[in-house]
């Protein structure tokens, strides 16, 4: 299996360490990655067996370090919700016959558990928008309060990738209607519009734990036409006319559905590993430095994880993404507390469960082990690993956030081509620290192709240029240790980003290859300064293959993919650029 003896040598060798190395070296950054990256710890999944090995071995690394373990011996606890699955019992009836779960039926991770029986309407595609020349009302002269809604999946513009009503079409937003036009429950249906096969989608958990108060589920065209059998319609015959005629059409029926619906949100826990090391100053080791980086990874992959392999289900083991940064942040506590030189207090976090949204850097600053205003800094260190020799090109994000960052970076930069970005929100753990005024260092060597693959191993990492990548940030930290003055914080960029409106919720910011002259991808032909496809690295003549694994090979493939997006996701473009591949990591 790989990798697994030589974890299994390095796990031993660390257990039987007395001491720690003080100096940064390519064999401990070596021992660091092969074992987080190993068989054994599984892609490191939030959660499971894995990341708990994983910060257990963190904690061990930082204790040896004489570092100070804070919060629960080091561990700072917090629940997450990792997936759905149907409980114990799910039940649908329509007019007395009894129908099966996961072939007729299955509910929405989002939906209420609660039993609903009370007849059905059928409400066109659900939808209410009023907004100056679109118009579209499914509930004009229909009343669907207490009773189940049957609605159609989608909008009356399936044939436009640029359909106006895509925002309020989405699963959600529709059972959002439903919930405040005081429907008994929600029913959806695919026609054959939408798509071709009769057939459920698989139950998935979209990450966002928030429910509604209503059932919500789905069914086969064959049962939804079996609620419409008294009325003499069919839900292809109803789809056919509301497509023909261009217009609303809806249905009341006197048919009885009664649903039980058991959705189980499992939840586990994970960690963030807390460790500090004091200040020697009197005065300024009232002032603290957070030195961090993500642990966790993608598991097995599969779908909903972030794996960009989307048929593949193996380990994904995130060795540049991320045990290069882990490693990182170990060889500077030890470095660190070995030299002792730090006037103000140090304190070193690896974050759990950053590729399930940010969740343990927020759980950080929702209880943090000092106060905010005492932070006047926080380096996030996330794939630092795969450095290229040739261009030797390191990337720093929120280089703006303070007054003086720029100029302390280009001073200490021992000989990187500096790619500065000033904004600090960014895809990482970061973010969650700008947010409360702190002024951030964002340091990686950047994406790749195997990143959020299987192919992200401990073999293609680049040691020497992640000890030269580790040595460098030591000269940025100890100088913000040791210097008289605070960094000044400024804001760079917005914190929040929000949706303008418009045919779609998100722009990249660029302008496309409409004539699709290009026949490997969409090819770009200009790039917004400033806007996310800029601030992600993309440029003009690069051509898009693949938007977070999912093919584009032309400008109906990208508006397809741009739909599905929301205003501030983390997403990857696949890009061919001088006939390289490449990976850009852009947030939206």
Not at 228 to 233: D, S
Not at 342 to 364: P, V
Not at 367 to 372: I, K, L, S
Not at 389 to 416: C, D, H, M, R, Y
Request: hydrophobic share 40%; glycine share 8%.
């Amino acid at each position: 299996m790989k990798n697994v003896f030589y974890a299994l040598v390095i796990l031993v060798v660390a257990s039987c360490t007395a001491k720690f190395n003080p100096e940064i070296t390519v064999e401990d950054i070596q021992n660091t990655i092969y074992y987080l990256a190993s068989d054994s710890l599984k892609g490191r999944k939030a959660g499971e067996t894995g990341d708990s090995l994983a910060a257990v071995f963190i904690r061990e690394k930082f204790e040896k370090s004489g570092l100070q373990l804070l919060y629960k011996k080091g561990f700072q606890k917090f629940e997450l919700v990792t997936s759905a699955r149907l409980g114990e019992k799910n039940l649908l009836k329509v007019g007395g016959e009894n129908y099966q779960v996961e072939s007729d039926f299955l509910p929405y991770a989002f939906s209420a558990n609660v039993i609903a029986e009370t007849p059905v309407v059928f409400a066109g595609y659900g939808l209410e928008v009023d907004q100056d020349s679109l118009q579209w009302n499914d509930f004009k002269n229909l009343d669907v309060t207490g009773k189940w809604m049957l609605v159609l999946q989608g909008d009356p513009d399936l044939d436009n990738p640029q359909s106006p009503f895509i925002e309020f079409s989405s699963e959600r937003a529709k059972a959002l209607k439903a919930s405040d036009k005081n429907a008994a429950g929600l029913i959806l249906v695919a026609g054959t519009a939408f798509s071709e096969k009769d057939e459920l989608t698989p139950l998935f958990f979209d990450k966002n734990v928030s429910r509604y108060p209503i059932p919500v589920i789905q069914v086969t065209r064959s049962v939804a036409s079996a609620m419409l059998r008294e009325t003499g319609y069919t839900i292809e015959t109803l789809e056919s006319e509301i497509r023909e005629k261009n217009n609303s059409i809806t249905v009341e029926t006197k048919t009885v559905v009664s649903a039980d619906v058991n959705i189980e949100l499992e939840k586990t826990q994970s960690q963030n590993v807390v460790a500090l090391l004091p200040g020697t100053d009197s005065e300024l080791q009232a002032e603290y430095i957070i030195v961090g980086a993500h642990y966790d990874h993608l598991g097995m992959g599969g779908q909903g994880s972030g794996s960009r392999a989307l048929d593949t289900t193996a380990i994904h083991y995130g060795a540049d993404d991320n045990a290069s940064g882990v490693a990182a942040v170990i060889e500077l506590a030890e470095k660190l507390s070995g030299e002792k030189k730090n006037n103000r207090s140090i304190i070193f976090a690896a974050f759990g469960a950053e590729e399930m949204g940010l969740i343990g850097s927020k759980a950080f600053i929702a209880n943090p082990p000092v106060t905010e205003e005492k932070m006047v800094a926080m380096f996030n260190f996330d794939m630092v690993g795969r450095l290229d020799s040739v261009n030797n090109a390191l990337s720093i994000g929120g280089t703006q956030t303070a007054k003086e960052t720029e100029e302390i970076i280009n001073q200490l930069n021992p000989g990187f081509k500096l790619a500065l970005s000033g904004e600090g929100i960014g895809p990482s753990d970061h973010a969650s620290f700008y947010l409360q005024n702190i002024p951030v260092f964002f340091i990686s060597t950047g994406a790749h192709a195997d990143y959020h693959t299987p192919f992200d191993d401990a073999d293609a990492i680049n040691y020497e240029g992640a000890k030269k990548v580790t040595e460098f940030a030591h000269l940025l930290v100890h100088e913000l240790a040791t210097r008289d003055s605070t960094l000044t914080f400024q804001q760079a960029g917005a914190k929040f980003q929000r949706s303008r409106g418009g045919r779609f919720k998100v722009s990249l910011g660029i302008m496309p290859d409409y004539a699709g002259l290009e026949d490997r991808g969409l090819r770009i032909d200009a790039v917004t300064i400033g806007k996310p496809a800029d601030l992600g690295g993309m440029k003009k003549g690069d051509i898009i293959t693949a938007i977070d694994g999912k093919k584009v090979g032309n400008i109906y493939d990208y508006m397809s993919r741009l739909q599905t997006l929301e205003a501030g996701q983390t997403i990857s473009v696949d890009i061919l650029r001088e006939e390289k591949e490449t990976v850009l990591i852009i947030q939206l």
